[in-house]
């Protein structure tokens, strides 16, 4: 997207929300000749200090819009009233200069363009007394993903959480593959979706007569919302949050239905007629949906009302396609859909953008499934077997950019939360 | 008067010599299911006109046998139970993303019918699988379909629907590990669980 409309945008936005500081300057941070800006951020005093700067830089990368540079820079101490040196800043091709110090209750931090040798924004951010814990590293990726709105105009997506399926039961993790934490018994668990607000998971639980769905708060206890009774999988949570579509079925056939997330009677949405419909992913206006069905004689990606009329194919079938696409995930900004197509027998992840219809191949090593997008509508979490063992990957759509998040025996079926605390 | 006494004997001793010399019962060189075992008592109650002495050892005799065929078609009918059980757990194979009954899923399921039908207490529960490949979350729409498939199959040879559950796993729980087609096709299966009724399973005639 043209930096000038973001810096627009974000121009707009800042001057109506944050309220000018004396002396801060609103606007973004730009790189050389529309590379992305150089950012440096200073070491931070304190007993955390080293934690901090190494949270930060990390989000700041794994974020693919800014290039931070190496910690070993060492920027001379600044001379008079100014809070950078400014000439020497410039000359090691630094953009924007990161300064964080921790105050009571948390950290000041401030944004220093140095191009314009002066202060873009400051705040003051709360951190928890306990230094280190899990609450702690989410205030400090929150630090991130506003120093990252500061810089690009986009907020950042480290103070988020995927949930995942390994070993039989659901998991937890932070998005940079801190603090794995398992939120479902020893079992048979799938398929977990969270819930627009970020506090529950749904999930597949699949047992010796049947399958059923919970929902797990994640600060309380698990739910069954439908019970074991028939075959009852991959649930999401409609963008209201108040009601799960999912697939069921009792004999041949299986069917896109939904019911209202605290259980109550289920309504039918697809209109399946004996063959098999999974795997829903509702438009961020919950006026339409994107499942799997195998209506046409092989598994295929579809989109329907969400009553099941007007049901078309979301792709063209290509020449290279041997036909078996799955596993639809529609972005939160709605402009496109991710999903699954099987290539000289394994999967790729690929993206079709709803405007033009064009299909994007965004894999092409080993074997890459279950695409989920990050509320940031350009990472996308992944499947793959390309470490040899099947992990979830992230993916930056824009540079192609893949970062590996876990490191267990096995990980897939990954889902991406919104916004922690936000 | 002692004359008579000599006679009677002689007439007893021939008549024992020659109950001694009398056939045995055959004894059946092959193992008697338990519905030929009855008929050795009759064949005894109707030699018991003989003379008494002479019928005593033969009733002895004759128990001996009858336990020991006894015994052994109880042996027959364990062997033959678990085979029956095992017949009824076999499981059905299927092609590559189908659910179709095959030629080798017909002969499995044709075994089960007359046992089925025997024995009508018997309720089983059918799980459907698939391979790895493929779609989690799909695999387990098709995993139902190749139950449902199975239990068609009964259904429509005179079985009733609710004797039998169908439940899917997908590709969660499979029969071996492996990448390669030999793991594939042992994955892709109905498996059949006896679930009531099978505690003395009878051979179908």
Same mark, same amino acid.
């Not at chain 1, 974000?10 to 000018?20: D, L, Q, T, Y």
């Not at chain 1, 499942?291 to 092989?298: A, E, I, L």
């Not at chain 1, 092409?364 to 099947?390: K, M, Y």
């Not at chain 2, 669980?193 to 179908?204: M, V």
């Given at each position: 997207m043209c930096p000038l409309l973001h810096g627009l945008v974000a121009f707009v936005a800042f001057g109506s929300i944050a309220g000018a500081q004396p002396g801060v300057r609103l606007g973004l941070i730009y790189g050389e000749g529309g590379a992305r800006p150089g950012i440096h951020v200073l070491p931070v005093a304190g007993a955390s200090g080293d934690s901090i700067r190494a949270i930060v830089m990390r989000d700041l990368d794994f974020g693919d819009?800014?290039?931070?540079?190496?910690?070993?820079?060492?920027?001379?101490?600044?001379?008079?009233?100014?809070?950078?040196?400014?000439?020497?800043?410039? %000359?090691? *091709?630094?953009?924007?200069?990161?300064?964080?110090?921790?105050?009571? *209750?948390?950290? &000041?931090?401030?944004?220093?363009?140095?191009?314009?040798?002066?202060?873009?924004?400051?705040?003051?951010?709360? /951190?928890?007394?306990?230094?280190?814990?899990?609450?702690? %590293?989410?205030?400090?990726?929150?630090?991130?993903? /506003?120093?990252?709105?500061?810089?690009?105009? =986009?907020?950042?997506?480290?103070?988020?959480?995927?949930?995942?399926?390994?070993?039989?039961?659901?998991?937890?993790?932070?998005?940079?593959?801190?603090?794995?934490?398992?939120? =479902?018994?020893?079992?048979?668990?799938?398929?977990?979706?969270?819930?627009?607000?970020?506090?529950?998971?749904?999930?597949?639980?699949?047992?010796?007569? *049947?399958?059923?769905?919970?929902?797990?708060? /994640? %600060?309380?206890? &698990?739910?069954?919302?439908?019970?074991?009774?028939?075959?009852?999988?991959s649930p999401t949570f409609a963008p209201d949050g108040a009601s799960i579509a999912y697939a069921h079925g009792e004999d041949f056939g299986t069917d896109l239905y939904v019911v209202a997330a605290s259980g109550g009677t289920p309504r039918r949405i697809s209109i399946g007629r004996g063959t098999d419909n999974t795997s829903p992913s509702f438009s961020p206006d919950g006026r339409r949906i994107a499942f799997t069905s195998g209506r046409s004689g092989q598994p295929d990606v579809y989109i329907a009302d969400q009553d099941g009329t007007n049901a078309d194919l979301l792709a063209a079938l290509s020449s290279s396609s041997q036909g078996y696409r799955s596993s639809p995930d529609w972005s939160p900004d709605g402009r496109a859909v991710a999903f699954q197509s099987q290539l000289a027998g394994r999967f790729q992840v690929m993206v079709i953008s709803l405007r033009d219809r064009v299909v994007t191949q965004l894999t092409a090593d080993a074997s890459n499934e279950d695409p989920a997008w990050a509320p940031d509508s350009r990472h996308l979490v992944v499947s793959s077997t390309r470490s040899g063992v099947r992990q979830l990957w992230v993916l930056d759509t824009e540079t192609g950019r893949a970062r590996q998040v876990t490191g267990m025996s096995g990980a897939r079926l990954a889902a991406w939360s919104t916004r922690v605390g936000s | 008067m002692r004359r008579d006494i000599v006679l009677a004997g002689l007439v007893m001793l021939s008549l024992s010599l020659g109950a001694c010399r009398r056939k045995q019962v055959p004894v059946a060189a092959v193992p008697m299911t338990p519905s030929t075992a009855p008929a050795i008592a009759p064949a005894v109650a109707s030699s018991a006109g003989g003379g008494l002495a002479v019928d005593r050892s033969q009733f002895l005799r004759d128990s001996m046998e009858r336990a020991r065929t006894d015994s052994l078609a109880r042996l027959a009918s364990t062997g033959a139970a678990v085979? #029956? +059980?095992?017949?009824?757990? @076999?499981?059905?194979?299927?092609?590559?993303?189908?659910?179709?009954?095959?030629?080798?899923? !017909?002969?499995?399921?044709? $075994?089960?019918?007359?046992?089925?039908?025997?024995?009508? @207490?018997?309720?089983?529960?059918?799980?459907?699988?698939?391979?790895?490949?493929?779609?989690?979350?799909?695999?387990? @729409?098709?995993?139902?379909? !190749?139950?449902?498939?199975? +239990?068609?199959? #009964?259904?429509?040879?005179?079985?009733?629907?609710?004797?039998?559950?169908?439940?899917?796993?997908?590709?969660? +729980?499979? $029969?071996?590990?492996?990448?390669?087609?030999?793991?594939?096709?042992?994955?892709?299966?109905?498996?059949?669980?006896?679930?009531?009724g099978a505690d003395a399973l009878r051979t179908p005639r």
């Amino acid at each position: 997207m043209c930096p000038l409309l973001h810096g627009l945008v974000a121009f707009v936005a800042f001057g109506s929300i944050a309220g000018a500081q004396p002396g801060v300057r609103l606007g973004l941070i730009y790189g050389e000749g529309g590379a992305r800006p150089g950012i440096h951020v200073l070491p931070v005093a304190g007993a955390s200090g080293d934690s901090i700067r190494a949270i930060v830089m990390r989000d700041l990368d794994f974020g693919d819009r800014v290039t931070v540079l190496s910690k070993n820079i060492a920027l001379p101490s600044p001379v008079g009233a100014a809070a950078v040196d400014y000439r020497v800043a410039a %000359r090691l *091709g630094i953009n924007g200069v990161v300064q964080i110090a921790p105050v009571a *209750g948390g950290v &000041s931090m401030a944004l220093y363009d140095v191009g314009a040798k002066q202060v873009l924004q400051r705040a003051i951010v709360p /951190l928890p007394a306990a230094t280190n814990t899990a609450a702690w %590293r989410l205030a400090v990726h929150g630090a991130s993903d /506003l120093c990252e709105e500061w810089i690009s105009g =986009t907020r950042g997506i480290a103070a988020t959480r995927l949930s995942f399926v390994a070993d039989g039961r659901i998991w937890l993790v932070d998005s940079d593959g801190a603090n794995a934490l398992a939120i =479902t018994q020893a079992g048979r668990a799938l398929s977990p979706a969270f819930r627009p607000d970020g506090q529950a998971v749904a999930y597949v639980s699949l047992e010796a007569g *049947g399958s059923a769905i919970r929902v797990a708060d /994640l %600060r309380g206890a &698990s739910r069954q919302v439908l019970e074991p009774r028939g075959l009852n999988i991959s649930p999401t949570f409609a963008p209201d949050g108040a009601s799960i579509a999912y697939a069921h079925g009792e004999d041949f056939g299986t069917d896109l239905y939904v019911v209202a997330a605290s259980g109550g009677t289920p309504r039918r949405i697809s209109i399946g007629r004996g063959t098999d419909n999974t795997s829903p992913s509702f438009s961020p206006d919950g006026r339409r949906i994107a499942f799997t069905s195998g209506r046409s004689g092989q598994p295929d990606v579809y989109i329907a009302d969400q009553d099941g009329t007007n049901a078309d194919l979301l792709a063209a079938l290509s020449s290279s396609s041997q036909g078996y696409r799955s596993s639809p995930d529609w972005s939160p900004d709605g402009r496109a859909v991710a999903f699954q197509s099987q290539l000289a027998g394994r999967f790729q992840v690929m993206v079709i953008s709803l405007r033009d219809r064009v299909v994007t191949q965004l894999t092409a090593d080993a074997s890459n499934e279950d695409p989920a997008w990050a509320p940031d509508s350009r990472h996308l979490v992944v499947s793959s077997t390309r470490s040899g063992v099947r992990q979830l990957w992230v993916l930056d759509t824009e540079t192609g950019r893949a970062r590996q998040v876990t490191g267990m025996s096995g990980a897939r079926l990954a889902a991406w939360s919104t916004r922690v605390g936000s | 008067m002692r004359r008579d006494i000599v006679l009677a004997g002689l007439v007893m001793l021939s008549l024992s010599l020659g109950a001694c010399r009398r056939k045995q019962v055959p004894v059946a060189a092959v193992p008697m299911t338990p519905s030929t075992a009855p008929a050795i008592a009759p064949a005894v109650a109707s030699s018991a006109g003989g003379g008494l002495a002479v019928d005593r050892s033969q009733f002895l005799r004759d128990s001996m046998e009858r336990a020991r065929t006894d015994s052994l078609a109880r042996l027959a009918s364990t062997g033959a139970a678990v085979s #029956l +059980r095992a017949a009824l757990e @076999a499981a059905v194979r299927f092609d590559y993303d189908a659910a179709d009954i095959t030629d080798d899923g !017909r002969a499995v399921l044709d $075994a089960k019918l007359p046992i089925l039908r025997t024995n009508m @207490a018997v309720r089983v529960r059918i799980s459907g699988h698939t391979d790895s490949r493929g779609s989690d979350e799909y695999n387990l @729409a098709l995993g139902l379909r !190749r139950a449902a498939s199975a +239990r068609k199959y #009964l259904s429509d040879r005179g079985i009733a629907v609710d004797r039998i559950d169908i439940v899917s796993f997908g590709e969660e +729980r499979p $029969a071996t590990s492996g990448d390669d087609e030999g793991a594939f096709s042992q994955n892709r299966r109905a498996e059949f669980e006896i679930l009531s009724g099978a505690d003395a399973l009878r051979t179908p005639r």
